[in-house]
């Protein structure tokens, strides 16, 4: 295949509860997450649900972050895509992991691009 | 596992290459095929990149949908994932597939959520 970016996707289990359901606090987690692992960002957009949880989406140069939160089950699904070499997206990774302290995480890593028939996942 | 939610991957190939340059119909082809299949608009972000390229990224209710362009390559990537049960993503698909002409498909299917061993995958 012709690879054109790498997708991380992500699920975090045993996370803060209370962080979870803290829109502005995801906003701060998910923003420098990805502004001190070298990503561009280009917009955003976080909404807090009622009564419980959260989502966000930061679009960046490099292609996008999405993160969307389940508080009640300590849950939250990650989703990291960069089509840059510039921005490490295991470092950003880590450090929503450790934003959210999550104790239990789920990833997979798909080749994104060309050709693909999603023949090169690694799981671990 | 505990399914959370249905996460399609889906690259497009062979794509209108005027298309996938246009922010504005991009921007019109995305929220339109949400809306019409059931998801309700949170947010959005669009971008068009000099000198070519779009990426756009629309919080729904029930979680997200991320395109990026490459009109280059006549390619485009694809994300649209849902937790809820109203919105219908196979249809989504088809109308953001139909929007941007494309007539070379692939589509991973993911479900997301706690105890994920990702050993769900349906690759079409």
């Given at each position: 295949m012709h690879s054109l970016g790498t997708h991380l996707i992500i699920e975090l289990e045993k996370c803060n509860q209370n962080i979870l359901d803290d829109k502005v606090l995801i906003e701060t987690i998910l923003t420098n997450a990805a502004s001190e692992s070298g990503a561009q960002i280009i917009g955003s957009t976080f909404h807090k649900f009622i009564p419980i949880g959260v989502t966000g989406v930061v679009s960046i140069s490099e292609s996008h972050l999405a993160v969307h939160t389940w508080p009640e089950l300590s849950y939250a699904s990650v989703d990291i895509f960069s089509c840059g070499d510039n921005f490490n997206l295991n470092e950003c990774a880590q450090k929503i992991i450790r934003g959210f302290q999550s104790t239990k995480v789920s990833k997979m890593k798909i080749d994104r691009g060309?050709?693909?028939?999603?023949?090169n996942q690694e799981i671990s």
């Open positions: 060309i050709d693909n028939k999603f023949s």
